[in-house]
């Protein structure tokens, strides 16, 4: 079982809906992460959380908007998508986040399709 | 920049036979190295790490990986593989900042 629990397992929009994925961990990690995987590929980083301020956005468009509320919380606000942001949406925890040698626990993702 | 390079895509065996998955990374500074596995539709789950200390080192299923200095490696072995090691694995490499950087990834198919 996972200790990142991330909501929901599928979630099916249109271009024009908003929508939020939500991440939760209770490991008392301080460092939170969304990532972005695309079919048989590695996953891309999108945005880095630090202490809960942002302390990474990997150039990620604004259509995408992160949010974290708490220390054990993430969000992920989305808005008017294109087709080519169907994908599994991954969140990650680390203890420390400029701690090298610790290392980044994933929940199950959040498999997105934009129709 | 620091890089890490998986050499197969994919590695088709048969089970009970040994297998090797090959992780070459490039780095100029003390490196933190991971395995991890992802199943069919599940997020990624972490297998192993080298931090520092012994080069050699296990995961509870079996699997191991020895960090290589000299020839910039982290190879994953497992002796005898068993048809639920059937996943995706990825190399990575953690570097400032706290980002990963993962390879491409080999797809481990292990057949009957």
């Known amino acids: 079982d996972t200790e990142v629990t991330q909501t929901p397992k599928h979630l099916v929009m249109g271009m024009t809906n908003k929508k939020s994925l939500k991440c939760e961990q209770h490991?008392?990690?301080?460092?939170m992460y969304w990532y972005k995987q695309k079919a048989k590929k590695p996953p891309e980083l999108m945005f880095v959380?630090?202490?809960?301020?942002?302390?990474i956005n990997e150039s990620v468009p604004s259509r995408f908007s992160p949010e974290c509320p708490n220390s054990s919380l993430l969000n992920l606000h989305l808005h008017a998508l294109q087709p080519e942001d169907s994908a599994l949406y991954l969140c990650?925890?680390?203890?420390?986040?400029?701690?090298?040698?610790?290392?980044?626990?994933f929940g199950d993702g959040t498999r997105l399709s934009i129709l | 920049a620091q890089s890490v390079t998986q050499l197969d895509s994919q590695v088709p065996v048969f089970e009970e036979a040994p297998v090797e998955l090959r992780c070459n990374y490039s780095?100029?500074?003390?490196?933190?190295l991971f395995w991890y596995v992802q199943y069919p539709n599940q997020g990624l789950q972490l297998l192993l790490k080298?931090?520092?200390?012994?080069?050699l080192v296990e995961s509870i299923n079996g699997f191991e990986a020895e960090f290589n200095k000299s020839q910039t490696s982290f190879h994953l072995r497992k002796p005898s593989v068993h048809i639920s090691d059937t996943a995706e694995y990825f190399c990575?490499?953690?570097?400032?900042?706290?980002?990963?950087?993962f390879g491409q990834g080999t797809e481990l198919s292990v057949k009957p």
């Open positions: 490991m008392g990690h301080r460092a």
């Open positions: 780095s100029s500074v003390s490196v933190y």
């Open positions: 990575a490499v953690r570097v400032q900042g706290g980002k990963l950087i």
């Open positions: 959380y630090s202490y809960e301020k942002l302390s």
């Open positions: 080298y931090l520092s200390g012994s080069t």
């Open positions: 990650a925890s680390s203890q420390d986040p400029v701690a090298y040698n610790q290392p980044q626990h």
